[in-house]
Nanobody
Framework: QVQVAESGGGLVQAGESLTLSCAAAGRSLNGGAKAWFRRAPGKDREFVAA????????VDADAVKGRFTISIDNVKNTMYLLMNSLTPEDTAVYYCAAGFRRDSSSYPFQSASYDHWGQGTQVTVSS
């Protein structure tokens, strides 16, 4: 059974950085697509960033392009999201997700591509 769990959320000031972690168990993240999504208060869940199977392709949402970086440590089977230049608009619950179906890596920006989700970690950015 695949399990993923986020950690690293917290309260930071605008302009600061924060790194989220997503530890996986039960299957190697390198064998599937993995992604970060977020849900801001009163808004729908939105795609943040993803890495496809084997790390062949990395995609970022326009809202975080140039500020957020996704990385994978295959030895630790852990995914990270380095978030720089945070703004209050980045305040949200951040979720990590993993998908191992054939089409998961074809549509890494779609939540439907992922079968395994964490519980989420709160990130709050004060102005």
């Amino acid at each position: 059974q695949v399990q993923v769990a986020e950690s690293g959320g917290g309260l930071v000031q605008a302009g600061e950085s924060l790194t989220l972690s997503c530890a996986a168990a039960g299957r190697s993240l390198n064998g599937g697509a993995k992604a970060w999504f977020r849900r801001a208060p009163g808004k729908d869940r939105e795609f943040v960033a993803a890495s496809t199977r084997g790390g062949r392709r990395v995609v970022d949402a326009d809202a975080v392009k140039g500020r957020f970086t996704i990385s994978i440590d295959n030895v630790k089977n852990t995914m990270y999201l380095l978030m720089n230049s945070l703004t209050p608009e980045d305040t949200a619950v951040y979720y990590c997700a993993a998908g191992f179906r054939r089409d998961s890596s074809s549509y890494p920006f779609q939540s439907a591509s992922y079968d395994h989700w964490g519980q989420g970690t709160q990130v709050t950015v004060s102005s």
